[in-house]
Nanobody, 122 residues
């Protein structure tokens, strides 16, 4: 089992920055990949970015590439999502998720947190 807890969401204006945090605990060694997904209002959950605890591999959705950055602190088992130049279309509930394979598919992730809401006003 892996437990995940997101934090850092809030209401910001377009162009602002925000950093989300995810605290992971449990069998993280069995789930080497950490991803951020988001679910906009009335839409399906979509991939944002992913990273390996072991380092080296990252992936970003085209919609966030160049604006968002995923990072981690392996010693603290923390994963971060730095979001810059936020747009109203970034409004969503953001979920931290864990997987044992490096994938952009939501079905490939076995664990996720409760989510943190990000609202970007225009």
């Amino acid at each position: 089992q892996v437990q995940l807890e997101e934090s850092g969401g809030g209401l910001v204006q377009a162009g602002d920055s925000l950093r989300l945090s995810c605290a992971a605990s449990g069998r993280t060694y069995d789930n080497d990949v950490m991803g951020w997904f988001r679910q906009p209002p009335g839409k399906e959950r979509e991939f944002v970015t992913a990273i390996r605890w072991s380092g080296g591999s990252t992936a970003y959705a085209d919609s966030v590439a160049g604006r968002f950055t995923i990072s981690m602190d392996n010693t603290k088992k923390m994963v971060y999502l730095q979001m810059n130049k936020l747009k109203p279309e970034d409004t969503a509930v953001y979920y931290c998720e864990a997987s044992n394979s490096f994938t952009t598919k939501a079905m490939g992730y076995n664990y996720w947190g409760q989510g943190t809401k990000v609202t970007v006003s225009s």
